[in-house]
């Protein structure tokens, strides 16, 4: 007999929701909608659905430093979102989505061309939003430093936020 699946739930890790909240200053009147999703690929993802509230998304069958690892970065994006750094929204006619960052317009790129084409897939990680977020990730050990697992993501180089294979 294999060893059973342990899938990612809010509850699970509510407490290290709670430190990366209180170390990105969000305020408990922003509430956020967590949903643990088991994903085919890596991956996550932040909204910021209108004032005060925001959705979360994280895969839920991935390892426990992935997982870690994944809140801060996704975590990183609501407090952008928040702060009003990063905005990502429709266009007036509904067609297209459009992102500011300290309200420049800035590329969007679409999910299925990050996949497909390591070019856009690399301008999408570079972008500076993304870059401060894997930045934000980094600091695991610094916010969890007796968490073995979270030892293991700041020692590793090859853990990143989204994984295409």
Known sequence: MGRKAIYATQRRYQPYIDIIRRDLSLPDTLYIDFTFYPYKLKGGSAYYVRENYAEVCIQSNASHHWTISALMHELKHVEQ?????LKI?????????????????????????????????????????????????????????????????????????????
Do not use: C, H
Request: no cysteine; proline share 5%; aromatic share 18%.
């Open 81 to 85: 979102m928040y702060n009003g750094r």
């Open 89 to 165: 929204f429709l266009n007036n006619d509904g067609t297209d989505w459009i992102t500011t960052w300290f309200d420049v317009e800035m590329p969007w790129y679409d999910t299925t061309a990050k996949l497909k084409n390591p070019e856009i897939r690399d301008k999408y990680r570079n972008s500076p939003w993304e870059v401060e977020a894997s930045a934000y990730e980094e600091q695991i050990e610094r916010l969890f430093p007796n968490d073995r697992y979270a030892k293991l993501v700041a020692s590793s180089k090859t853990i990143r936020m989204y994984k295409y294979e």
